[in-house]
């Protein structure tokens, strides 16, 4: 009876050993039945752990940075990993280099259009010799009156620098190939490894024992990367220092209206610092390099530091990419629990990629929009006024915040008055699109100042720690 059943169950047929089986055929049968063991228990302990890390990756914290381009989100993305992860950037320092003097190269491309557009606008200059000196000591300028010769010679010798950078630029982001106009800023796109091809550049080629030429200058062979800018900034250091100093230069660029100084990734003011063999970069240099990122990256921190939260993991993801996009990646990210958006109070600038819209009345959108999403209404919500440096230095130049915001009507143009008026702005948005009651959070930034900022962020991670630990029933 039981041999019946036996026979009947289709599973005992197929393992069931064959009719006159051999031993050889045995140990090839029992060998397959033990490699097939092993493969089902590998899928077993990898499920396991699958789940092990879906079940920790659930508890941990995951933040949402946003913000239109420019607004300081990968900014304050540092400052979270200096501020409780600082071994990464030791880690990272060497490649935070080469963005610096990337930054630097752009912004020397930036005034050399200027001064072209300049030119392009009166007499065409006669050729000159790229021979020509040009003062090196930025206490002097080199002119009072219209740019001179001495100008384009110093055109000339920069113009190494510039194909350097545009190399460079080509290597982080190789469809740019194909695009009809120069990009404006160093663009990298999420997930494309940029961090890596810049660390394989900025490392050494294997050195030969030849000597530097008198002045520092590197020998064609000196151990450094042929790809790494820092030889040809050295060479370029001084002409660099004498243009940006000069009066002649400064006068163009306050007739364009062009605030160099305004822009992200601004380096100008530390071409001597930069612009050696043995620079590193500081934490407040890293914090002011500028990287446009197209698309979504992840970011996983540990923390290093606070005793309570030491080893927790959070989830940091930062979200670029052009304003039609924007709707596309809402649904990803309904089980983050907080968002922190960056506003930057520069109220009188437009969009980079639409020059008919306001940067803040884009912003007061992406903040409706934001507010009101259903996906998001578990979030809690903090608001970054960032940038309030640049906005104190606008009020204080004369730029009348009426002028691009008629409701502001005829109150005081000062700092205090304009920030609480957006204030009052952003919180009657949250107030009244937000699908349920949820806390409003603000804070005035400026998240290249690592000293104010630090402070302000240990402070929202106790905040966002509280909300989390109460939505599980913890607190």
Same mark, same amino acid.
């Given at each position: ?62 933040? #949402? ?81 219209? #740019? ?19 190399? #460079? ?21 999420? %997930? ?23 002045? %520092? ?49 601004? @380096? ?26 197209? %698309? ?45 958006? #960056? ?40 608001? @970054? ?9 606008? /009020? ?24 609480? @008026? @957006? ?35 240990? %402070?929202?991670?106790?905040?966002? /720690? ?8 913890? /607190?």
């Amino acid at each position: 009876m039981a041999s019946a059943a036996y026979d009947d169950d289709p599973f005992s047929r197929i393992l069931k050993p064959p009719q006159n089986e051999t031993p050889g055929q045995q140990r090839v049968r029992m060998e397959k039945q033990q490699e097939a063991q092993r493969i089902s228990r590998q899928i077993d302990e990898s499920i396991l752990e699958s789940k092990k890390a879906f079940e920790k990756r659930k508890k941990a914290i995951k933040i #949402l940075l946003l913000g239109q381009a420019e607004s300081g989100k990968s900014t304050t993305l540092k400052n979270f990993q200096l501020t409780f992860a600082p071994n990464y950037f030791r880690d990272e320092r060497r490649i935070w280099k080469m963005v610096i003097q990337l930054n630097l190269i752009r912004s020397v491309a930036r005034l050399l259009q200027v001064l072209q557009h300049e030119w392009d606008a009166t007499t065409t200059s006669p050729p000159v010799s790229p021979g020509g000196p040009l003062s090196r000591k930025p206490s002097r300028p080199l002119s009072l009156g219209p #740019l001179t010769d001495d100008h384009r010679r110093t055109q000339m010798r920069l113009s190494p620098l510039l194909a350097m950078e545009a190399e #460079l630029t080509r290597k982080l982001l190789p469809e740019m190939q194909t695009l009809n106009k120069p990009l404006q800023e160093i663009c990298v796109r999420a %997930g494309s490894g940029w961090k890596g091809i810049l660390n394989r550049v900025a490392s050494p080629d294997p050195p030969m024992a030849r000597p530097r030429s008198k002045g %520092g200058r590197p020998g064609s062979s000196d151990g450094r990367n042929r790809a790494d800018p820092t030889a040809v900034l050295v060479a370029c250091r001084d002409d660099i220092v004498g243009l940006w100093w000069d009066e002649a230069v400064q006068f163009v660029l306050h007739k364009h209206g062009v605030r160099l100084e305004e822009m992200p990734g601004f @380096f100008l003011n530390d071409v001597e610092r930069i612009a050696t063999f043995d620079y590193e970069p500081t934490d407040d240099d890293i914090l002011r390099a500028r990287v446009r990122t197209l %698309g979504v990256e992840e970011h996983r921190l540990v923390m290093q530091t606070g005793a309570p939260n030491f080893g927790t993991e959070w989830y940091v993801y930062d979200v670029g990419g052009s304003r039609i996009q924007r709707h596309k990646w809402v649904p990803y990210f309904d089980d983050v629990q907080a968002i922190i958006f #960056l506003a930057p109070m520069v109220f009188n600038q437009t969009l980079e990629e639409d020059s008919t819209v306001n940067r803040l009345e884009d912003t007061m959108h992406l903040w409706k929009d934001i507010c009101s999403n259903s996906l998001l209404a578990n979030a809690t919500l903090v608001l @970054f006024l960032n940038k309030i440096d640049i906005l104190r230095s606008t /009020l204080a130049a004369g730029v009348k915040l009426n002028r691009y915001v008629p409701s502001y009507g005829d109150a005081p143009n000062d700092v205090e008055n304009v920030t609480r @008026f @957006f204030k009052d702005k952003f919180r009657a948005y949250h107030k009244r699109h937000s699908p349920k009651y949820r806390p409003f959070f603000v804070h005035e930034t400026s998240v290249i100042d690592n000293r104010t900022t630090s402070a302000i962020i240990i %402070g929202v991670r106790e905040g966002i /720690l509280h909300a989390h630990l109460k939505s599980m029933s913890i /607190l």
